[in-house]
């Protein structure tokens, strides 16, 4: 079976800067990959490299069997970014920003049926905010709001979700509720590559983790044991911030949260 | 009022009424990409099509419109690229604008402050039935391609990654964007001015947000403020003498006023009726 993701040498940065020097990687039907590394090490360049938002400098990356230069089938994608765009000057509804996650099915120049407001329901009640479809989205706590960004990417129906730390910052009871999502999703047969920073209640979930660590791949396997490779002396001069070392130093170091498992 | 028996009038209220509709349903996308002050520098690069216009006795409102159009794809390639010094590129392409602009009308042999003014301030006598004819054909076709393609420009402007990933058009839609904005201030700057033409597609917005929740209720209020505003301007400004483009513009913020004042009292009514509960506020602000 073609892989759902494949990445063979790639290269990728910014401007002057080369941030991921020689990633390889396959995703296969079904996975379920965590992403994991420090602050800065590129877990976001990696992904969004994937997906064709960073330029790709060296070697290949297929999405579907496909290469990603000439891929087109976005609806078979859902991605769920750290953050949102700039886009904030005027309100917008939970069921409006929920709705974009159609167009990639329904293209831009039809207006929304009665399979995409179904969909959008579908994919709010799946998250639990079925009864926020309504309201403005700057209304919601930051939980509901990052539950918004995982409905808007399950309602296009995808089979791969990739998502950029999707509970960094987020309460308990919505971590909860999108690992429901999430376990459904993957247990519906759907791929998922997301960045995590502390694995909290999706430990289950994670079949494999990749550390980014030096622009390249530095562990892969089974989720590794608290207190990985990566806390070892030496390690944080690749970070410019000192505070967000002591954060994001080992992400799979033992905390309140991940103790639990 | 019965000044609107004169076709002249007619002809400005016309314009008018079809700007005060496209101009916010364009806004609102620009208002929601925090670009409310882009329409202004095409006004100012406008400017300098006017003077072409006026230099080679070619339509006015068509070479402003060739120039600001190639001025807004400027703009958006400069965007596009993200740099920060695409601050100073616009800054400079903008002064540059108004500045050719100055310099080329004072060359033409129209040369009188008077037209000037008229260009940067509008006026309600300038609107020829050409005139009208280019406004009307370009103003429905601004406001079918922002009201068509609603979901895919709100899901660019909203989130511009996402949009990719999605598989959208992504520069093309910016393209267009551009364009309308262009083809917007050049054919509001017969009525309202070139100086003022960005208030009308961001003011309208502004004050259809202090009392929507969603964005196809802004856009739809803000359209409604829009051509009230634009109406009502020319009517007064005919009324009582005065330039038709500030007194619209003037008219918008009072409805931004209004707007303001009267969420203002629905919240206090709801606190009254709901006593506060204990909500943490929002620790990661979406946007949209
Ligand atoms: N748009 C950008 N332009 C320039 N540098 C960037 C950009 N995005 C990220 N970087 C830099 O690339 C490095 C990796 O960033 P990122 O992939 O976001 O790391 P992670 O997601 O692992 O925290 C960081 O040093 C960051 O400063
Ligand atoms: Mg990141």
Redesign the pocket.
Known sequence: MTNVVEVRHAAAG??G?E?LSDVSLSVAPGDVVAVL?A???????LIRTVLGLVPLRRGEIELFGTPQRRFRQWQRIGYVPQRLGAGSGVPATVGEVVASGRLARRGIFHFPGAADKAAVREALSDVGLLDRIGDPVSTLSGGQQQRTLIARALAGKPDLLVLDEPNAGVDAASQEAFAESLTRFAGAGGTIML?LHELGPLRPLIGRGVV?HDGRIAHEGTPPEPAGHHAEPGHDHVH?HADEVKAGICEWAPTERTKAY | MELLAYPFMQRALIGALIIGLAAPALGIYLVQRRLSLIGDGIGHVALTGVGVGLLTNTSPVLTAVLVATIGAVGVELIRERGRTSGDLALALLFYGGIAGGVVLVGLSDDSSNSNLMQYLFGSLITTSVQDIAVIGGLGVAVLVAMLALRPALFALCNDEEYARVSGLPVRTLNILLAVTTAVTVTIAMRTVGLLLVSALMVVPVAAAQQVTRGFRTTMAAAMLIGVGAAGAGIVVSAEIDTAPGATTVLLALVAFLGATLAATVRRVLVRRSHPPVAAEPPDVVLHG
């Open positions: 910014y401007d800067r941030i590394g602050n800065g090490s590129g877990k976001s360049t960045v980014v410019p």
